[in-house]
Each structure stands twice: as structure tokens, then as C-alpha cells.
């Protein structure tokens, strides 16, 4: 993939589509990382506007969605919106807590041609998971994941990894063999949304850290070949920033509950981009010309020191929103690098020695009074 | 891993074989994964079926190309894709 595309030619089409059907969901996990204002359920874009996002991607060149929230299933309509990205052509992974995914939902989900099931856990032990997820989950996520087995559906187990579970690592990946699971994620907390207000309280430690990694190693090798270990790094710890969604407007596109189009999905939260809407723009413009898809893409728009190093094409100068998070402008290099001027204030949010309190997702709107950290 | 003799490549239960229109090549669909398949690709995972050895795929596609193909490349492509989960 070349980064810089020739002036005034169309940049390579996405692959894949992030479809947020709602922002409602069940679960108050406290690492959340979609925005602090959710998108209101009487916002939400319709069954046939979400079957028009799909055709259009497909055309652009879109070979997967995966259909997220919030919790999904909690639209009424996601059987139909299901079988409208299948008939578009796309390859559909369905991205759940389980809480509500029945025998009969998933069987009219299968139904509709749906290829695949990633299940979130929060520990792997069951007190503890619903401790963290805030709600008696464990349970049915457990059923779930016997469910989409018994149907030979694919599954993954995603894990969102913190100060809290990342000690459970081993019994993560003991738990995805056990549930039949194909694949487990096991991806460090991106500081995000209600996750950043967390951050302190969910910052693991360098030792936590250096256990698990070894023990993902060791996992990795005695199951190549049966399960597929996914490692998300925790870059306010690896030096190196992450490739954030393999380069702005490079590889996918998001589709928020209303409609609106974001390169990422905590792109909401940076400023200046104006955001187009699917309902108001064809997602071909939107993907070629928005300045929200445009403004940091490829190279040309790099700044120093990010401009002239040699990995400017592997991580893009790192994630903007948290560039912009972290130092106010989304413009500068990911502080995650060792190499930018903001690496040193990033190093010492590792280093808090009395983690506060995780404080659990709200539903609405409304931010707790103190931003922690 | 590559070197296994006994294993038999099958295409993973998750995984869908099919044409991309919009790049012009047979891609390999993962639920986290695409792989575009480039040269013969495609011909080497049609024949990942469970029932061949890696050497018999080998042969199977030199018959069909009538030609030699390189056991090493064929090998190292099947045994890169099973470390990323698309065979078994």
C-alpha cells in the first residue's frame, strides 16, 4: 500500500466498515472508549439507511463489517440489518456482550447469513467479569458462546485488558479454547472516551505487563494452529505509537448510530474535522474528498520529528485523537513516541502509584464532574 | 511448522474464499483478517480441502500447470497462512 497517493488521484478503497448500530448497551464497563456524549437512540439511523451504507461500501470496495455498538443487539431490526450487508456482499462479524443473544436471535441471525460472532469477557472469572462489566453478563456470555459453536459459526473472544484482568491472561486464553473459540483478542485498554476518565484507575504496571506478554508468547506458540492469539501493545508503554487504524483513511471507515462517518470511532472527539453524514453525502465523497477522511492522510501532513523518521510509514505519526487527548492538538506526534517532545508527561501517567477507583460507564450523556488524571 | 508432513491444509470454517471486484483478485476473508491472493493463490487454497498433504498439493498444482512448482514457496505461503489462523 503506498502512503501518498498522486495529486488528485482517488486513495485506495477501505476494506472494512466499523457499523456502531447504537450506542445503548447493557454493560458499564468502565474502559469504555465510545464518547463521553452518546448518540440518543431516537437518532439512530433507520433499517434502509444502514442497508444504503452497506451497498455503497461494498461498491467502494468494503469486504468486511463488523456490526458494533453499544451492544447490538438491542436493534430490534439487527436480523434485517444483518441480511442487508450479507446481500451487499460483505463478510459480517457480529460484535456482542451476548447479553439478549437467545437461541431464536442467533438462529435468525444465522439465518441471515451471518459469518461470524465476537464475544467480549471482561475476566475470566465469572465474579469478577460481572464485577467489571457492571451487570450479571458472564452467564449468558457463556451460553452465547455455546450457542454460536453448536450452530459452527466462527467465534472470537475479545478481552479488553487493564490493571484489573491482566493477571488473568492465561485463564483468558484458557477460557477462549474451553468456549471453542477460534481466535482470542486480547487488546490492551486504548485510552478513549470513558476509558480516558478511567485511565488512572485502569493503568496495569510495567511488571503486569512484562508477565503477560511473556505468557501470550509462550500461549502463542503451543497453540499455533488451534487458536489465534491477538496481542493489542499498551503503546503508553512500548515507545512506539500504533499504526492507529493502520493510517488515517488508509484501511477502514466507521459508520456512527447517526450517521456520521469518522476515519476511527474516537475521531467524535477531535475537533475541526466536520464530520459528514451518510445520510447527507455519498460515502465515495466522503471517503475520497471529506476533510474529516482526508486531513491526516498519508505523509504530507506529518510534523516534525515525525516528518523525517524512518518508520513514518509504519504508524503515520500515531493516533490523532490521542495526540490530541494528550497534548491538545491532534496535529503533533503521538506522545506514545519515544521521539516526541510529550513522550516524558505520557511516561508519567504509568507511574501512579494510588490507582482511584474504576468509575463505571454512565448511559446517558453525562460525564462524571472530575476528569480523572 | 511448514515441514509438517502429515498435515493436511484445510481452509479455515471462518474463513470465505471469494473474488474482489473492486481490486481485481481473489481475496481470502477472515473475520480480522483479508489476505489478497496473488500468482496461484487461489489454485493452492482450492485444493485445501483436508484431504492432501502439503506435498500433495505441491503435485497437484504442477500437474495442473503442468510444470514444476517450487515445494518451498507453496509451503512457506501455507504455513504462513496457518500462523494467522486461515488454515487448520
Known sequence: MTPTAPVGAEPPPPWALLAELTHACPLRCGYCSNPLELTRRSRELRTDQWADVFRQAAELGVLQTHLSGGEPLLRRDLEDITRAAVEAGLHTQLVTSAVGLSAARLDALVEAGL?????????????????????????????????????????????????HNLDAVDDLVRLALDWGADRVELANTQFYGWGLLNRAALMPTGEQLAAAAQAVE???????????????????????????????????????????????????????????????????????????FTLYRGTDWLPSPCRDCDRRTEDFGGCRCQAHALTGDAARTDPACSLSPDHAALVALTRADTPAAIVPRRPGGRAPGRVVG | MSADRAWRPRVAASAVLRRDHVRR??????????????????????????????????????????????ADDVASFLGRLRTQGCLR
Open chain 1, 218 to 292: 509462550r500461549r502463542r506458540a503451543e497453540l499455533a494452529g488451534v487458536l489465534d492469539i491477538t496481542w493489542v501493545v499498551p503503546d503508553y508503554f512500548s515507545g512506539t505509537p500504533k499504526p492507529c487504524m493502520g493510517g488515517w483513511g488508509a484501511v477502514s471507515l466507521t459508520v456512527a448510530p447517526d450517521g456520521t462517518a469518522l476515519p476511527c470511532p474516537a475521531a467524535a472527539a477531535l475537533p475541526g474535522l466536520d464530520p459528514p453524514n451518510v445520510t447527507e453525502r455519498p460515502l465515495r465523497w466522503i471517503w475520497a474528498e471529506s476533510r474529516a
Open chain 1, 115 to 163: 459469518h461470524s460472532v465476537q464475544l467480549s469477557v471482561q475476566h475470566a472469572d465469572p465474579e469478577r467479569s460481572d464485577a467489571l462489566a457492571g451487570h450479571p453478563a458472564f452467564a449468558a456470555k457463556r451460553a452465547a458462546a455455546r450457542l454460536v459453536t453448536d450452530r459452527g459459526l466462527p467465534l472470537g473472544v475479545n478481552a479488553v485488558l487493564h490493571r
Open chain 2, 25 to 70: 483478485s481473489d481475496v481470502l476473508l477472515l473475520p480480522e483478517r483479508v489476505v489478497v491472493l496473488h500468482g496461484s493463490g487461489r489454485a493452492v487454497l482450492d485444493l485445501c480441502d483436508g484431504s492432501r498433504t502439503v506435498e500433495e498439493i505441491t503435485a497437484a498444482l504442477g500437474r495442473a500447470h503442468s510444470g514444476p512448482v517450487a
